[in-house]
């Protein structure tokens, strides 16, 4: 391990999402949201419409994540928390950031341009954390406070959760353009064409 | 006789193995690509994915938060007289509570969760006969992460081999990190449309050290599963030396006009689980004996 271990706090300001670089590691504490698919489209339309939506984004940590949860009297407790995979909110993201100001989006295999482009805008990092590892990421959850939006679903609600120690994170998309998986792409571009020579294919 | 309950019963147990725990093919073959990885950030990656399978099983846990949709895959034998769909679907809904089993069908249309599971034509099932005197279960939860990175292909027969090459990198490629790799591949080749993408999703139940029987088509597998790992897309899409763990393919006689293909991603954590219910209550798992 050659990289600092950083540990960040929310709520995360603009000039804590600008300090951190691509490929850092680092460990989260406090609260987390989780927020996929119907959270983004149901909070942009809460907005256009003028609407409160039931929490605050502005420097939260954004978890694409859909947990299985479970009632322990009247408690929610979690069982499994991994990410989802994040490319599904390319489209609404961009807008979701501009709106809301989340200072962190968690969440597995990337964003496409215009959501890094947003981040560099508006300070806000992609940590990305092990797509399947749900025990694992479950640990780094110490408690559920609530959920909102409960009847989207048990893994469209947002579920409030606090959390301690919580990854390892990779900084995959920093505020200022970095993308370890643009980094990667390139890479890949460059092994298709032996790829290609293997297979016997133009 | 075996009961309605009993195979609900059995089916739960099922899930809850099938869930918790991957099958032997598939954890050799993490460690191994763990072990193999030099590079900082990949490592990390295998790092966390063998810590969480270790948690999983020591809790008792489903290793994912995505316990998928459940497609099951039954023979029966000639002389059945209990309702085993019955006991499949009233299995899931129980694992769903007891397990816990995140709730995933929803209405395609309406996107309404009933939270149990269970709806129209799901748990999916697939059915066939054969002379054996036990149930045999086979289940496949199936993440979506993985499934939407899933295409077909109707090919011309022109464009061969090739052609045939020329869709399953494409469709590696424009998967990318999104289907957690380091992926398993399941490839159809030839039937029909729909026939190929159940191909594709058969060849995912194979464990991935073992080669087809074909020899041609063996060697098809191979060839595509070395070029595949060259492209470093690695875990996660964070890069590495291992971007797919395995790849299998099932062909089936297809129509002289036409040359169907079609790829059916799964993730790393690539559960499938089989339980054999015997006449006098017995139950054996087979992929999770070990």
Known sequence: MNKMQKRLKTPISESDARALKAGETIYLDGVVYTGRDEVHIHALEHFEKGQKIPVDFRGAALFHCGPIMKKVGDKWEVVAAGP?????MNSLEPQFIEKFRPGAIIG??????PTIDAMKTFGCVYLAITGGAAVLAAKGIKSVSGVEWFELGMPEAIWIMNADNF???????DAHGNSLFADVNTKVKENEQKVRAKLGLK | MVTEVDIQNAIVELLRKTVVKLPADIERRIRQAYAEETDEVPRMQFKAIVDNIELAEKGNTPMCQDTGVTIFYVTLPRECKVNVEKGIVEGVRKATKEVPLRPNAVHPLTRKN??????ERMPYINWKVADQDYIEVTVMTKGAGSENMSQLAMLTPS???????????NTVMRAGSNPCPPTVIGMGIGGSADICMKLAKEALLRP????HKDPEIAKLETELLESMNMLGIGPMGLGGKTTMLGLNIEYAYCHTASLPVAINVQCWAARRGTVRIYPDGKLEFPIHER
């Open chain 2, 159 to 169: 464009a061969g081999l090739k052609g045939i090459k020329e869709f399953a990198l």
């Open chain 2, 114 to 119: 009933p939270g149990d599971n269970v709806g």
């Open chain 1, 167 to 173: 990854g390892p994170l990779t900084v995959a998309i």
């Open chain 1, 84 to 88: 989802t995979t994040s490319s599904r």
């Open chain 1, 108 to 113: 597995k295999g990337g964003m496409s341009q």
């Open chain 2, 208 to 211: 991935i050290d073992q080669r």
